[in-house]
């Protein structure tokens, strides 16, 4: 077993691969406290290192968390199982003070991103644009601003969105200790941009 594994993925592991530890944290009646210390060797074994109980309590803590939010919200997990999920890595955000000096710049990177006919989103509040795309395209029009790099996952639905889908998704990420930038809706399609080291962890919890 690799030893670059955290604490976190060890846990998830041998929750997962124990049909009874999964039955247990869904019913939400189990002590956190006792499973911790009963799993604490594999844990220990797994990760190559000691482990404090404590530590793993919170690891079950949150993986109970989403094994929570999966019993109350069956229709929505049922929606993200037929969902199609595609995740871009390279993604980079600029915000543009939206003056008039600024006003070429904006269009040529705008008609730049739909000539690539790369994944895209452009934000706008009247005063700033926000634009969140490769960051090779936004690197060769805004050069001298500061860019930051992200990753997103884009959701798509084959049908409407289901309700409620942007709280469950914010509440999954909370209980998994990953921040989203954003999280947008657009149709029947959610983007969550998320740290770049974070994407592909969130991507496999969906």
């Given amino acids: 077993m690799s030893r670059n594994l955290s604490i976190q993925q060890a846990v998830r592991i041998i929750i997962e691969e124990n049909p009874l530890y999964v039955t247990l944290l869904s019913s939400g009646l189990v002590n956190l406290s006792a499973l911790a210390r009963n799993i604490k060797p594999l844990v220990d074994s797994m990760i190559g290192k000691d482990t ?27 929606a993200l199982s037929m969902a199609e999920i595609i995740t871009y890595s390279g993604m980079g955000e600029v915000e543009i003070p939206l003056i008039e000096e600024n006003m070429e710049k904006v269009a040529k990177l705008r ?3 739909a000539a690539a006919k790369v994944q895209f989103i452009i934000l706008n509040d009247g005063n700033r644009m ?35 889908i942007v709280t469950f998704l914010v509440q999954v990420m909370k ?13 029947n399609d959610i983007y969550i941009v998320v740290e770049r080291e974070k994407t ?7």
Wanted: aromatic share 10%; net charge positive; charged share 20%.
């Fill in 52 to 78: 404090k109980v404590f530590t793993i309590v919170k690891a079950l803590e949150r993986i109970s968390m989403n094994y929570k939010l999966v019993n109350e919200y069956p229709d929505i997990v049922k």
């Fill in 130 to 164: 926000h634009v969140i795309a490769p960051l090779m395209y936004i690197a060769s029009v805004c050069a001298q601003a500061r860019i930051e790099e992200y990753g997103m996952v884009r959701i798509m639905f084959a049908e409407k969105a289901p309700v409620g």
């Fill in 111 to 113: 008609d730049l991103l």
């Fill in 200 to 206: 592909p962890p969130f991507s496999s919890i969906l």
């Fill in 175 to 187: 209980s998994n200790q990953i921040t989203a930038k954003h999280v947008l809706r657009y149709d």
